[in-house]
């Protein structure tokens, strides 16, 4: 494509939190602690979106986990580029401190725009 560029940037929230089980929404996690940590929205790209279930109700997992940061093009300055790599340092320095999830609702078609989920024991 013309002009060349990207348009995402992604995250890989298995290797970033390694400690969240897949069953935990590693993605959602550090989707959700971005927010938290500077007003960063992105969106997870893995088992929450298109994870599925077996037929005993287990997840079977998507095969990435990933979260992804759209750049459209020509309308951030290196400012806020800047901004959202701070926070990413900020956040996986304390990456350890970050809990998984668990979906307490959800419904059967596009989980992920609705389910409500809450942190993890």
Do not use: W
């Amino acid at each position: 494509m013309q002009p060349a560029g990207g348009h995402a940037v992604y995250l890989d929230a298995k290797a970033f939190l390694p400690h969240i089980r897949v069953e935990q929404y590693p993605g959602q996690s550090l989707v959700c602690a971005l927010y938290e940590e500077g007003g960063i929205r992105t969106v997870e790209i893995g088992s929450l979106m298109f994870g599925k279930y077996d037929e005993n109700g287990k997840l079977v997992p998507a095969q990435m986990e990933l979260v992804r940061l759209a750049i459209p093009r020509r309308v951030y300055t290196q400012s806020h580029i800047d901004y959202v790599a701070e926070v990413i340092i900020e956040v996986f320095n304390r990456r350890n401190e970050l809990r998984g999830l668990v979906i307490t609702e959800e419904t059967p078609l596009l989980r992920h725009f609705t389910a409500k989920l809450k942190p993890a024991q």
